[in-house]
């Protein structure tokens, strides 16, 4: 490609609203176009990479043995109906009527479609397990669209969906897909981890997320320092305490706390450490629906651990999305404010965490407006329905295999494969015939990649304060070739064209800086730079003048001269 007729739409500039150096470096380098809030035109060289990246993805899809089809954005209301999901789903769904008055949404995912296309294509378990994806265009009206292309509302994602007629054979595909995920990632050269993750209201039981590390992430995973233990936070399991049964119990007391609300304030009133103080949340109880209801439920911690909402939410009983209890139900429930809550004679169902279980001596609200327990005691004072895990992991914990301990990264979402069970297959009526000619519903896996969003983790990943530095294999081009004015040195010009033809020839992708007159030298090292193209030859009259040239790679920065008539022999070996 000649620089002089493509579409370098590079800025000097950065961008006001971009907050992540992937999204700044985006629009900078020219890549993308923002339309509207979540909505992104790729331009030429930002299409080159993201078609780079499916392209990987797809190879190795086929190579697992998956079948590619292409599923429509419009889905009808009617399936969304069969699965609930049309009540169940937020305004993330975007919705809309046709000029018949029915009602349709565009596609955020498709469960639904694939297990209709499926219920009736597929009759016999002679043809399963079968493995169906597509690279397509989705759409998810975000609450809070940002960071580019990373959180759009449009976006491209890699879903497949899997159909089997028994677990043993979902498990298998699971793994496989696993393993496919990782090679992936591995050719886009991505650092990345796989970590147990949550499968949220979607109804599966195993599932991973693949992260790209990167401090702009926003999950945060945990790691163990000696084993392979990594989960998201949301799900990572807190190690059971040992108790300390060395304290002796002492007689609770009541003390004036006043005015004091949190956990801090009460500590430094009572002159007690936070962990030895305990707090006590009130949340809705579900009602038969599973919504909110007007019954509460009480979360006990340790004052200076946090509720972790994902694991409180499947607690028996508790609704879910957690919903708090507002300040006016707890005054007319127990007469108090949130501050001065503890499980002290609480008429209500308790749930505490373990690390606040094995607590002697501890500080509580009282249930009584200004006042805490001193030295209160689970045997004497206080009580609890069930001791469980509800707590977030810390930094320093015990890894819940009992090998070393926790370390938290921050990560980027780029995959997630789920087991999805029957959730859609027995809502939709999903089943073949077995052997013995019986129906059987069939069980299902899911397997998402965020392709577009691949695209901005990389370059979170890959920059330096010049711009961009592409992986080998998704780099829009492997080569630029750099010649400085060409347009008053007949030589530059001939043998620049000589090296960029025979290249060419080879195959090999190279853009070639041929806007003499209009770009200064200067500007063109620049944009090679910001654009993040991983091998750089300039050629100049002067080098010329010495039969030499100059080769550049973008990750090192590492200058090297060459004899001009080894330059093709050389990048032949180093492309
Ligand atoms: P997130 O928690 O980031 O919203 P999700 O759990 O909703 O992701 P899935 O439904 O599992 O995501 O979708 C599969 C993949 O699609 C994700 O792993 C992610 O890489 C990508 N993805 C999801 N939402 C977006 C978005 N708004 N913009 C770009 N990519 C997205
Ligand atoms: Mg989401």
């Known amino acids: 490609m000649r620089a002089s007729n493509y579409l370098l739409a590079t800025i000097k500039e950065t961008p006001a609203d971009a907050e992540v ?10 890549l993308i176009r923002k339309l509207a809030s979540g909505l992104y035109t790729w331009l030429p060289l930002g299409l080159r990479v993201l078609q780079k990246v499916t392209a990987i993805v ?49 596609g955020p995912t498709h469960e639904e ?14 043809q399963l397990p079968a493995n169906l994806y597509q690279i397509q265009t989705k759409f998810r009206d975000e609450r809070r669209p940002r960071f580019g292309v990373m959180r759009a509302r449009e976006f491209i994602m890699k879903d497949a969906y899997s159909f ?10 699971y793994e496989q897909m696993h393993a496919c995920y990782c090679r992936i990632f591995d050719r886009l050269g991505l650092d990345y981890r796989a970590v147990i ?15 790209v590390l990167a401090d702009s992430g926003e999950d945060q995973i945990v790691f163990s320092s000696e084993s392979d233990y990594a989960a998201n936070i949301e799900l990572a399991a807190a190690s059971l305490p040992a108790p300390d049964e060395s304290a002796e119990i002492k007689a609770a007391s009541e003390v004036d706390t006043g005015t004091c609300a949190t956990i801090e304030e009460v500590a430094k009133e009572l002159e007690q450490p936070s962990a030895t103080i305990i707090k006590t949340l009130l949340v809705h109880a579900a009602d038969d629906e599973g919504k909110p209801s007007d019954e509460m439920i009480a979360l006990v911690l340790r004052g200076d651990q946090q509720l972790n909402e994902t694991k409180a939410s499947k607690l028996p009983g508790v609704a879910t999305p957690i919903r708090f209890a507002g300040e006016d139900t707890i005054e007319t429930l127990l007469g108090c ?3 001065c809550l503890g499980p002290v004679k609480l008429p209500l169902k308790v749930y505490a965490d373990h690390s606040a279980v094995v607590l002697r001596n501890f500080v509580c609200g009282a249930n009584k407006q200004g006042f805490h327990l001193r030295n209160a005691n689970w045997s004497d004072d206080c009580h609890y329905d069930e001791a469980v895990d509800i707590r977030t992991v810390q930094e320093g914990d015990p890894s819940p295999d009992g090998r070393g301990v926790l370390a938290l990264k921050r990560g980027i979402e780029v995959g997630h494969i789920f087991q999805l069970g029957r959730k859609y297959s027995e809502a939709l009526g999903a089943s073949v015939l077995d052997e013995n000619g019986r129906a059987v519903t069939m069980t299902m896996g899911c397997y998402g990649i965020g392709v577009t969003r691949i695209v901005a983790a990389c370059i979170e990943q890959n920059h330096d304060p010049r711009g961009i530095i592409w992986p080998n294999n998704i780099a829009p081009f492997q080569l630029v070739i750099v010649q400085i004015d060409g347009h008053k040195s007949e030589q530059v010009r001939e043998f620049s064209e000589s090296i960029y033809a025979a290249l060419q020839a080879d195959g090999c ?5 041929d806007r003499d007159k209009k770009t200064s030298p200067g500007v063109k090292f620049a944009e090679s730079e910001l654009l993040g193209i991983p091998h750089r030859l300039v050629i100049s009259a002067r080098g010329l003048a010495d039969g030499s040239v100059e080769y550049t790679a973008r990750r090192d920065g590492q200058k090297q001269s060459l004899p001009a008539e080894q330059a093709l022999e050389f990048l032949a070996k180093t492309l």
């Open 509 to 513: 992708e190279v853009l070639l800086d």
């Open 21 to 30: 150096i992937s999204h700044r470096l985006m629009l900078r380098a020219g």
């Open 113 to 126: 479609v694939i297990t209709d296309l499926v219920r009736n294509e597929f009759s016999s378990y002679k």
């Open 337 to 339: 404010t949130p501050g």
């Open 58 to 106: 797809r190879d190795e899809m086929n190579a697992s043995g998956a079948m590619e089809v292409s599923m429509p954005v419009v889905q009808p209301a009617e399936l969304w109906q069969e699965s609930a999901r049309w009540s169940t789903m937020g305004p993330e769904l975007a919705r809309f009527k046709d000029r018949h008055d029915r009602d349709f949404c565009l």
């Open 164 to 173: 089997h007629i028994d677990d043993a054979s979902l498990q298998q595909t």
């Open 197 to 211: 993750a949550d499968s949220g209201n979607i109804g599966g039981s195993t599932s991973h997320e693949f992260h």
